[in-house]
């Protein structure tokens, strides 16, 4: 499974961009790149997947290059009820045939300021 | 998305006691169910892959004969804490996973959707 290198922390201010970059280099060609947010005491939820070029659903979009060795996750207009943790994470979720189990990594700890 | 349930919410119980946790893929079914833990301020760590009608597949260090797990239908899939300590205390969740929708290649994306979590503590 691939490992996934993402901030540790970040910090916002209300109706801003936010933009989280994940790095997955050794990414192989089955995987999907998928994100989840946290809040504290609940499940993570499902925010977009992606597994090239550029994905847009109605709370986020995931741009993801060519070479795929890394994803960006775009926040638009962030509010404060956006602090969570985010995950990035890579596995090929079963379409290669896999039991496709997501590994978490540490996440990014999204702070939103008023 | 689809929606996942777990039952109970949280649950209290004494040392050396058994729980049982649910976990129910509401209006989908799955075939695979995936059972986590979480300490605070970490991050999820994955226990056991469940398939249905099965027997699950425990990730190296998480001991089988302790947490035991059923997934006795495509909607449920349950975590049992058997012999419960306070090390044990922690909050677990479970996640089912569905179809997405296939991309230009033709291949169908897989979907986790994860439940509310269980807190459990152990006194």
């Known amino acids: 499974l691939a490992k996934t290198t993402q901030p540790i922390s970040m910090d916002s201010y209300e109706g801003q961009e936010v933009n989280i970059t994940c790095s997955h280099n050794n990414i192989a060609t089955n995987d999907y790149i998928t994100w989840y947010q946290q809040f504290p005491s609940q499940g993570p939820r499902f925010i977009i997947q992606?597994?090239?070029t550029k994905v847009t659903n109605e709370v986020a979009s995931l741009f993801i290059p060519a070479d795929r060795k890394s994803s960006t996750l775009s926040l638009p207009r962030v509010s404060l009820s956006d602090t969570a943790v985010y995950y990035c994470?890579?596995?090929?979720?079963?379409?290669?045939?896999?039991?496709?189990?997501?590994?978490f990594g540490k996440g990014t700890k999204l702070s939103v300021k008023p | 998305g689809a929606v996942v349930s777990q039952h109970p919410s949280w649950v209290i119980c004494k040392s050396g006691t058994s729980v049982k946790i649910e976990c129910r893929s509401l209006d989908f079914q799955a075939t695979t169910m995936f059972w986590y833990r979480q300490f605070p301020k970490q991050s999820l760590m994955l226990m056991a892959t469940s398939n249905e009608g099965s027997k699950a597949t425990y990730e190296q260090g998480v001991e089988k004969d302790k947490f035991l797990i059923n997934h006795a239908s495509l909607t449920l899939s349950t975590l049992t804490v058997t012999s419960a300590h306070p090390e044990d205390s922690s909050f677990y969740i479970c996640?089912?996973?569905?179809?997405?929708?296939?991309?230009?290649?033709?291949?169908?994306?897989?979907?986790?959707?994860f439940g509310p979590g269980t807190r459990l503590t152990v006194t």
């Open positions: 996640s089912a996973r569905a179809l997405g929708t296939r991309d230009s290649r033709g291949w169908s994306s897989y979907e986790q959707y």
């Open positions: 994470l890579v596995g090929d979720n079963g379409a290669g045939g896999s039991q496709g189990n997501l590994i």
């Open positions: 992606g597994y090239k």
